[in-house]
């Protein structure tokens, strides 16, 4: 019979790979700006709307919130009284990594978020966070989401509140974590990672590919049944977040 660690814990992190150069960027949920603390846009839902989709949330009161891609790509719309904004992405030509940031006066200050959108395979709407396990936004299987840095797996998925649920990598020693009150759960299993493998979850395999090659590092890609980002965090630092379809 498998051993079962139970996981109850919300805050799991990866432990990056090459941890004697810390990554930098914006601590918690707020970036510096013109002398003071704006509280960066928190992306709450991701709904589809003809052909398009509608993003909605949360940021302070009248600011300017903006999803920034690459070669001036931008999606824009203010935030209502009560902090509340939706803002309209266009048709997506296959898949778009964006950065939420929040404008007051004539600073952007952006989260330390990533927000990945892709339409082949099924919607994918999904935050990435650095060191942490991606929090999918979209409608998915069993799991959510695998975040790897080379030495461990961040494994999330979605189940009834308070439910256990079973991981495990390649028939190892399985991990039980346990659904939160919103049904959100994440397990980390250690010394596994930077290979492709199977991952049990419950009864359903999914087959992780692995992290992408050098020449793939930040594109979001199409990768087994699934899509795939590879990012360089630090010179010695890198993620790979797979996301498997519905």
């Known amino acids: 019979m498998k051993r079962?660690?139970?996981?109850?814990?919300?805050?799991v992190a990866l432990a990056l790979a090459g941890?004697?150069?810390?990554?930098?960027?914006?601590?918690?949920?707020?970036?510096?700006?013109?002398?003071?603390?704006?509280?960066?846009?928190?992306?709450?839902?991701?709904?589809?709307?003809?052909?398009?989709?509608?993003?909605?949330?949360?940021?302070?009161?009248?600011?300017?919130?903006?999803l920034r891609g690459d070669q001036d790509v931008a999606f824009a719309a203010g935030a209502d009284a009560a902090g509340r904004f939706e803002l309209r992405v266009g048709a997506l030509p296959?898949?778009?990594?964006?950065?939420?940031?929040?404008?007051?006066?004539?600073?952007?200050?952006?989260?330390p978020e990533r927000l990945i959108?892709?339409?082949d395979g099924g919607d994918l709407a999904a935050l990435l966070i650095e060191g942490g396990a991606s929090r999918r936004l979209?409608?998915?299987?069993?799991?959510?989401?695998?975040?790897?840095?080379?030495?461990g797996l961040l494994v999330s998925g979605r189940a009834q509140p308070?439910?256990?649920?079973?991981?495990?990598?390649?028939?190892?020693v399985a991990v039980e974590a346990v659904a939160d009150a919103s049904g959100r759960w994440t397990a980390a299993l250690s010394g596994v990672g930077d290979r492709p493998m199977d991952i049990m979850v419950g009864e359903a395999t999914f087959a992780y590919p692995g992290p992408a090659g050098a020449a793939s590092?930040?594109?979001?890609?199409?990768?087994?049944?699934?899509?795939?980002?590879?990012?360089?965090?630090?010179?010695?630092?890198?993620?790979?977040?797979?996301f498997p379809d519905l």
């Open 94 to 111: 296959s898949a778009m990594l964006l950065t939420p940031e929040v404008q007051i006066g004539q600073f952007p200050a952006p989260g």
């Open 138 to 151: 979209s409608a998915a299987p069993v799991l959510d989401s695998v975040d790897d840095d080379g030495r």
């Open 162 to 172: 308070g439910a256990r649920v079973a991981i495990s990598a390649d028939g190892g």
């Open 117 to 119: 959108l892709a339409s």
């Open 19 to 66: 941890c004697s150069a810390p990554v930098e960027r914006n601590k918690g949920e707020e970036a510096r700006q013109d002398g003071g603390w704006t509280a960066s846009p928190r992306i709450s839902a991701v709904v589809r709307q003809g052909a398009g989709l509608i993003v909605r949330g949360d940021a302070p009161p009248g600011a300017r919130v903006v």
């Open 4 to 11: 079962r660690i139970v996981v109850a814990w919300a805050g």
């Open 217 to 242: 590092l930040g594109v979001v890609e199409r990768s087994g049944s699934g899509w795939r980002l590879t990012r360089a965090l630090s010179p010695s630092a890198r993620q790979t977040s797979w």
